[in-house]
């Protein structure tokens, strides 16, 4: 029986290579021969036991880009040797109300890859035809890869209100969301300031697009903002609650805070901050795997990439400690050819 290798979450912070079977996809879906995966902060679920039942065997990694090799009953669209991409949901059922209506972000039956499904840890994935994303030429495997999470986070996030040409809007934190935040509003036409802790990233945020920058540890970033005319949208990449306090007071009339960094803490707000202003707050998933299309699609017309860390598919535990530990500049990739 022909066998893979794969990276097993089990229990808390354990992560084991195995040998798996190789078994033939399920109907409705496709089995693809991962080139690389990016390693994402949401990739604590699995492998930190945040999940329904850590005793499980589940193989990590969201962010996957592979060759499709077969294709399972009732899939018509995609055929093997296709290029292909799988990201954090792994294809709507196309069925649930949701669904019905167009939504498919928030399919009731939709898979989340690598955290409640097996992902990318894997010389070999499983996929929703549904969740399929085609990787357009010119786009490598591992820059395609942060794209699909990171990447499409931010793309959507941007686009949650009517925003006109020109006007201020602002990406807190610069980190693996927030680098790619600051490109996409740079080449969306946007006036773009980046709100950061200190004066370290200044530079390379200038580099990637800002036009201003706030240092939050000095200033308050709402009051800077607000100097600087009110941001028409906020993207909050940060993991920290109280870092986006601050935030909806620098928004302009109608302006939005995007939340889309996931904080142990809760954000607080006063209720005059969102009545003056008619400010609101809203959180963004992810987008569609068609999104994500348009996604990959503006990123390689604009030059838009992300700035990783390449380590060898072998070495995914150190991999993933390196992105723990928050010293990774700014995505880690596992290369299965590496």
Known sequence: MPTYRAFEATGVHNLQLVERELSDPAPGQVRLRVAACGVCHTDVLAVEGLRGD?????????????????????????????????????????????????????CRNQEQTGTTIDGGY??????????????????????????????????????????????????????????????????????????????????????LGAHEYIDSSSTDPGAALSALGGASVIVATASSGASMDPLVRGLAPNGKLVVVGAAPDPLTVSTPDLIFGTHSIVGSLTGSSVENEDNLAFSLAHDIRPSVEVMPFTQALAAYERMLSGEARFRVVLDMAA
């Open 54 to 106: 850590p005793s499980r065997p589940l193989v990590p990694g969201h962010e996957i880009v592979g060759v499709i090799d077969a294709v399972g009953a009732g899939v018509t669209a995609w055929q093997p040797g296709d290029r292909v991409g799988v990201g954090f949901l792994n294809g709507q059922c196309g069925e649930c109300e949701p669904c019905r209506r167009g939504d498919f972000v928030n």
């Open 122 to 207: 894997a010389e070999v994935a499983y996929a929703r035809a549904s969740g399929l994303v085609r990787i357009p030429d010119g786009l490598s495997a591992i820059d395609a890869a942060p794209l699909l999470c990171a990447g499409l986070t931010t793309f959507v996030a941007l686009q949650q209100g009517p925003t006109r040409a020109g006007a201020l809007v602002a990406v807190q934190g610069i980190g693996g969301l927030g680098h790619l935040a600051l490109q996409y509003a740079r080449r969306l036409g946007y006036r773009v300031a980046a709100v950061a802790r200190g004066t370290q990233k200044e530079a390379y945020a200038r580099q």
